[in-house]
């Protein structure tokens, strides 16, 4: 064999892909961890009882492969949304449900669009599917022109709902009015809908065309559990069953996500918590003069000044203090557009005190 | 909007698919499940205790994310075959692992080929990258002509070692050959063996072209769990991190394959019993005059023959015999190829007991 040319080997549209960077998992304890949206307390106490229940005594049953189609699960997230079991799919994560509804609907012909700025994961999984991707600007405060999305070309539409990465949340119309107008699949991501107070989701039984995705990571306290579920008409559903894994979910997480979510009595009082918590550390940037974008989502985007300074050199200063003091938050250092902010989840009302502590002192010159 | 109209907006790769079909899952108890190659122990009680570790008093670090690269895991799985942890890589199962080696390395213009038959997984996966699939067929006795794949013209190649659904054998010596002579990527899918005892996973250190794939579902019985590895030259890894999601791995799944992976004490004699009922099964077979193909992994393809009779009537009477006394086994109505013959589970030596019994009742007449 000749001398072996990896570069030759890898697919085409891969060949130009860097993949997604995640937000850091710092190793070790210690952190004020405020960087990845997690839910800032632990999962229903009903998802820790179901999976100890689904392992049993001596662990036999995770020899058995698990239902297929995550059959318990997607009947009781279909339940929990008022929806019939055969609208209902799940996935490793809604993450995974993004990239195969991308390998269900998208490809060279057929190209996927986006407001811009929204979740950065699209861009990676169309590139990946080596499919255009177009990128329709927000007007005017975060205001969305329906007929620039009719009109894009496109055959599929992600629409985050609320925003990320600005948190900014839009009513159930706005998405009527896509699905509606849009000759394609329209897809809305509703990772941060738990702390809105609105979702799309029964909306699939009017629109053959939509897509609702949602996931356990953010509204539930399970991101270690790679939970997501999608809600669509059966004939998409049908299409979506092509494609994924034939065991995408194992028995742990089928498990711990069916006892989780229909949970309403334990996680309706922590996310009233959350919500309060985001009004008042907007307050605070008011307090300080700092602008952010009104967040209907469990984490606020802020942008800080520093003697009446904004910008990147702010933001990133600001970060990295904080960094310093263990206390984490994300910023996207190479995107021009959101440089001169960082994005803070909402955590307990401890974390917050001494987020802002730490954020006054600096404001203040250290 | 006009009438809204599914076909058309599926991608044209996904609209020509029709899924993987996975072996059933049988609801209730009471069967002697003998179809989906499943490990007839419960995992090492390793497993359960480090599932039990990493869910803690409350489940509470559920709530974060889990390792996004399965650290732990990949780090175990490399240990255990001899190798250093950036040859490792983890998947949501070893057909993640399938699907994702597809992706990096075909499409429209890479193609794949495979010999045949070998898992009936790989076209379906290709088709769905909208790659050509290459079948070449196997010599006189499953022998291999290295230069028919060599002079394939396919991007990757995949061997399933040991061989399904006849679960035949080979040797070290074919993958080296085949490694040096093909120019492409070679994939060994090693889902049976633990029970061949042969490992080609070394390996991966000398070829820069060769992944060697791997799962915990057969011969670790964690099939429940969805812990899939693939070892090649950190060239290669860099390429499969780019494709793969994020977060692939729940904790749950890390902290249960991590703490298996190495227990020999507890799985080697346990397969070695396995291998025991395998070598015992095939005399029975022997002792009816049934033909089967020599296995090196744990389940077994056999041909019965009624009133000296072979053929799919044959083989599709025992099928349905078994299973009308609750034992299910695994035939591929539709192949015709195969058609002729069931695929066995090995499993404990009671239900082996049982099975033959039952076979043997057939074979009299019921």
């Given at each position: 064999m000749a001398k072996f040319n990896l570069a030759k080997k890898i697919s085409a549209s891969v060949s130009k892909l860097s993949g997604y960077v995640p937000g850091e998992q710092p190793e070790g304890g210690g952190w004020v961890k405020l960087n990845t949206n997690e839910f800032p307390y632990p999962p229903s106490p009903k998802a820790a009882r179901a999976v100890l229940a689904e392992l049993?005594?001596?662990?036999?049953?995770?020899r058995l492969y698990p239902s297929p189609d995550s059959r318990g699960l997607r009947a009781a997230a279909a339940k929990y949304y008022g929806l019939k079991p055969e609208f209902a799919f799940a996935a490793n994560g809604s993450d995974d449900a993004l990239n195969l509804i991308i390998r269900a609907f998208a490809d060279g012909e057929k190209s996927v669009a986006t407001l811009?700025?929204?979740?950065?994961l699209y861009p990676v999984l169309s590139k990946m599917q080596g499919a255009k991707f177009v990128r329709i600007p927000f007007g005017k405060?975060?205001?969305?022109?329906v007929s620039k999305i009719a009109s894009s070309g496109a055959n599929l539409f992600f629409f985050t709902n609320p925003n990320a990465p600005t948190g900014f949340g839009f009513g159930r119309e706005i998405v009527e009015e896509i699905a509606s107008r849009f000759d394609g699949i329209v897809v809305v991501d509703?990772?941060?809908?738990p702390f809105s107070?609105?979702?799309?989701?029964?909306l699939v039984e009017k629109f053959k065309n939509l897509i609702v995705v949602g996931t356990?990571?953010?509204?539930?306290?399970?991101?270690?559990?790679r939970i997501g579920w999608a809600f669509a008409d059966p004939s998409i559903i049908e299409v979506l069953d092509r494609v994924r894994d034939s065991y995408n979910l194992d028995r742990l997480a089928q498990a711990a996500g069916a006892a989780a979510i229909g949970d309403e009595k334990y996680y309706a009082p922590l996310r009233a918590e959350i919500v309060s918590e985001r009004e008042k550390v907007q307050e605070f940037f008011d307090s300080l003069g700092w602008r952010y974008f009104k967040s209907s989502s469990n984490f606020v985007f802020f942008k800080p000044s520093k003697n009446g300074k904004f910008g990147a050199r702010a933001a990133a200063d600001l970060f990295a203090y904080l960094k310093s003091k263990k206390i984490l938050l994300r910023y996207f250092a190479s995107d021009k557009s959101v440089s001169d902010g960082i994005r803070m989840t909402v955590g307990t009302p401890a974390q917050m005190e001494i987020f802002k502590k730490a954020a006054l002192k600096w404001s203040k010159g250290k």
């Open positions: 049993g005594k001596d662990a036999a049953r995770l811009e700025p929204s979740y950065s405060n975060l205001s969305i022109d509703e990772a941060y809908a107070g609105a979702t799309a989701a029964k356990s990571s953010k509204g539930w306290g399970l991101a270690g559990m």
